[in-house]
């Protein structure tokens, strides 16, 4: 327990110093604009830095965490809390956020692999999901076409010749998605099925274009497990979320201990599942006096580190 204590107290001493130092390097290069701007388009400059001080104290949080298996229990999952700490000693100025586990989520574009050629397991996967969340599943053959290199619509689907036809035109990607926000743009992803309606959840929420496609169980939600087999009743995914509350799952091997799961259910889930992650969104806002900004990446940690995949400031 001291052990684990000097550790939480060193990581939290490494990261308060990292955040500090990203901010005041900043803030030291726009010192001097306060003497030449106005105070509206100088404190939204200071908030930018200080969201992108967050950004970075995030990425090192991720890089320092033991990734042997992941869970909001990790540093990681508190990242708020470590940020209101460390920007507690800048003075007019804070950040906050949030960093959530992609892995948790399905991958669309796992639906396929790399030729195009559709993954018969993971289609069955997100089939059940369209199914809990009372959505159409006839919308998956649009979305396979989407996906797939040809331009060859199969049956039920669509491909350009039905794109070209809207106001206004546009081709059918042929490829995989590179946001969540481009499955709006395929046939039958509108914004009742993304969103939800009349108190019923959309798709957006359990989905992802950024995973190794394996489905992280320590932070899956409710619908992703289900999703994972026709045998997975709600009261064994109930044991599963109860038990990672408490005690996250180090390996897979764990699962054979929960009651209701056959080691036949077991063999099927398997290839779909882990108790690690790779892929993460962070989401930051910095404020200075009035002004805010806000930053929305996506990264990749290995055991090389954590590389930026996808940026977005606004």
């Known amino acids: 327990m001291v052990v684990r204590r000097q550790g939480i107290a060193l990581l939290m001493t490494l990261l308060v110093l990292g955040l500090l130092t990203a901010s005041a390097l900043s803030l030291m290069r726009l010192a001097d604009l306060e003497f030449r701007v106005a105070d509206n388009t100088y404190a939204f400059a200071q908030a930018e830095i200080l969201a992108q001080a967050g950004l970075q104290g995030a990425m090192t949080l991720l890089a320092m965490d033991d990734n042997d298996y992941d869970a909001p229990t990790d540093p990681w999952g508190r990242f708020g809390q470590y940020a209101s700490l460390a920007t507690g000693f800048i003075e007019e100025g804070a950040f906050g956020g949030r960093i959530e586990d992609l892995s948790g989520l399905i991958d669309i574009n796992s639906l396929v692999d790399r030729t195009g050629v ?3 397991q993971r289609i069955e ?3 059940r999901l369209l199914r809990l969340l009372e959505l159409d599943p006839d919308i998956l053959p649009d979305l396979l076409d989407w996906l797939d290199p040809d331009d060859e619509a199969r049956m ?13 035109p546009y081709p059918c990607g042929n490829g995989p998605l590179d946001t969540e926000a481009q499955l709006g743009l395929v046939k039958g992803f509108g914004r009742r099925v993304l969103d939800g309606q009349d108190d019923r959840p959309g798709l957006r929420p359990y989905v992802t274009v950024h995973s190794s496609g394996l489905i992280n169980i320590n932070t899956a939600p409710e619908p992703v497990l289900l999703s994972l087999d026709d045998g997975l009743t709600r009261a064994v995914v109930q044991e599963i979320m109860g038990r990672r509350a408490s005690q996250p799952f180090e390996k897979l091997d764990e699962l054979r201990d929960l009651p209701g799961l056959t080691p036949e259910l077991l063999n099927r889930i398997v290839p779909l599942i882990s108790v690690k992650s790779e892929f993460f969104r962070i989401r930051v806002e910095g404020s200075f006096r009035q002004a805010r900004a806000a930053v929305t990446a996506v990264v990749y940690r290995s055991q090389s580190g954590v590389r930026l ?6």
């Open 118 to 120: 559709p993954v018969t």
């Open 125 to 127: 996967q997100f089939d």
């Open 156 to 168: 039920g689907g669509a491909e350009t010749p039905y794109y070209r036809q809207l106001d206004p």
């Open 309 to 314: 995949i996808y940026y977005l400031q606004g």
